[in-house]
T-cell receptor, first 113, second 117 residues
């Protein structure tokens, strides 16, 4: 079963607006990661937040983590058409967890020019 | 660095055929994984390896075999292809920052699109 669940499943916004995607998970985690996937391509790592962190920034990306609610959010500010992609959260929970990321089903973001 | 490479990009098999999907990385990463992605879904882990000679099963291992004889290569074998194995297959590799809180950012290959008829 999927550990992470993204919400919403699809999001359509205008260029310049902010986009917020949410991820909920079920078990305790070591870290949570966000990935982007352009159509027909592999996934690209965006940002990692550890379980003892609450907020992290990278350029136009802001990620928050609330371990008490088992949830995370990804905010993309001042969106661009090039941000159009699917966004996945992935959780790392296992002992030998280097390869055991569990992915959610993704949010399809469309940024209209 | 080429990163993570996968071959072939596309493959069509008939039910019952076998084949090997190739994956190689040149970043000296310890960890390698195979995922499958079905339409509208996230990635599901098939098999993974924490180092040469060590492999383990993921969430959906049935019908697939792996081996890890070198750090660089992690081939995925389909033993007897079935239509349910029609999917896009991604290989990924990752490293560890050490014994304390570690980062496991994964580097993905471009994928192999497999159709089984």
């Amino acid at each position: 079963s999927q550990q992470g669940e993204e919400d919403p499943q699809a999001l359509s916004i205008q260029e310049g607006e902010n986009a917020t995607m949410n991820c909920s998970y079920k078990t305790s985690i070591n870290n949570l990661q966000w990935y982007r996937q352009n159509s027909g391509r592999g996934l690209v790592h965006l940002i990692l937040i550890r379980s003892n962190e609450r907020e992290k920034h990278s350029g136009r990306l802001r990620v928050t983590l609330d371990t008490s609610k088992k949830s995370s959010s990804l905010l993309i500010t001042a969106s661009r058409a090039a941000d159009t992609a699917s966004y996945f959260c992935a959780t790392d929970a296992g002992e030998t967890s280097g390869s055991r990321l569990t992915f959610g089903e993704g949010t399809q973001l469309t940024v209209n020019p | 660095n080429a990163g993570v490479t996968q071959t072939p990009k596309f493959q069509v098999l008939k039910t019952g055929q076998s084949m090997t999907l190739q994956c190689a990385q040149d970043m000296n990463h310890e960890y390698m994984s195979w995922y499958r992605q079905d339409p509208g879904m996230g990635l599901r882990l098939i098999h993974y390896s924490v180092g040469a000679g060590i492999t383990d099963q993921g969430e959906v291992p049935n019908g697939y075999n792996v081996s890890r004889s070198t750090t660089e290569d992690f081939p995925l074998r389909l033993l007897s292809a079935a239509p349910s194995q029609t999917s896009v297959y991604f290989c990924a590799s990752s490293y560890s920052n050490g014994p304390t809180v570690s980062s496991y950012e994964q580097y993905f290959g471009p994928g192999t699109r497999l159709t089984v008829t």
